[in-house]
T-cell receptor, first 111, second 114 residues
Framework: QKEVEQNSGPLSVPEGAIASLNCTYS??????FFWYRQYSGKSPELIMS????GDKEDGRFTAQLNKASQYVSLLIRDSQPSDSATYLC???????????FGTGTKLQVIP | EAGVTQSPTHLIKTRGQQATLRCSPI?????VYWYQQALGLGLQFLLW???????NRGNFPPRFSGRQFPNYSSELNVNALELEDSALYLC???FGTGDQETQYFGPGTRLLVL
């Protein structure tokens, strides 16, 4: 099992819809989780972090964490064409002092 | 506040040469991470430096090396370049400790090996 797994996509949603991106992780002791957005040819940009079970909202973005099921998701409401990018899930690994990144899910928002 | 900076933005080398990439972290950040991202692939962890010391390295051969200077800037050296080293090299700096550590990325250096 990969440390951090994401569906590579592409995930296509119409403009204005909710995009749902999922990430599962293998290390049960992981405590913090990050979502990055990466436009083609650019570097990753941090958009959300979540540390506790439940939901965390920031504008049109909502991160959801379920530690018992070992998954974290990112919801994007009212999706815009400018949201079209690859979204990376990142999980720090305690004891290894490094962050493991998923391979990313490519999101396409269709106008 | 200035973000993470990297230089050069693009670098073209031939096989067998050496490449040197540079990174300046966000002011106040002491940790610097290096990642390799080949075209269409995910981020691969290369090296982690903190307080001038190499703390961890990923599954890369020894010809990938680097260092961190007293001002916390960092340099990545790639010796004996191979065609498959062509990739986007990303530097990230971080603050916080343990689970709260948050990484911020620079714009990257795109290395092309011919």
């Amino acid at each position: 099992q990969k440390e951090v797994e994401q569906n590579s996509g592409p995930l296509s949603v119409p403009e204005g819809a909710i995009a749902s991106l999922n990430c599962t992780y293998s290390d049960r002791v992981s405590q913090s989780f990050f979502w990055y957005r990466q436009y083609s040819g650019k570097s990753p940009e941090l958009i959300m972090s979540i540390y506790s079970n439940g939901d965390k909202e920031d504008g049109r973005f909502t991160a959801q964490l379920n530690k018992a099921s070992q998954y974290v998701s990112l919801l994007i409401r009212d999706s815009q064409p400018s949201d079209s990018a690859t979204y990376l899930c990142a999980v720090p690994r305690r004891g290894y002092q490094k962050v493991t990144f998923g391979t990313g899910t490519k999101l396409q928002v269709i106008p | 506040e200035a973000g993470v900076t990297q230089s050069p933005t693009h670098l073209i080398k031939t096989r067998g040469q050496q490449a040197t990439l540079r990174c300046s972290p966000i002011s106040g950040h002491t940790s610097v991470y290096w990642y390799q991202q080949a075209l269409g692939l995910g981020l691969q962890f290369l090296l982690w430096y903190d307080e001038g010391e190499e703390r961890n390295r990923g599954n890369f051969p020894p010809r990938f090396s680097g260092r961190q200077f007293p001002n916390y800037s960092s340099e990545l050296n790639v010796n004996a370049l191979e065609l498959e080293d062509s990739a986007l090299y990303l530097c990230a700096s971080s603050f916080g400790t343990g689970d709260q550590e948050t990484q911020y990325f620079g714009p990257g250096t795109r290395l092309l090996v011919l």
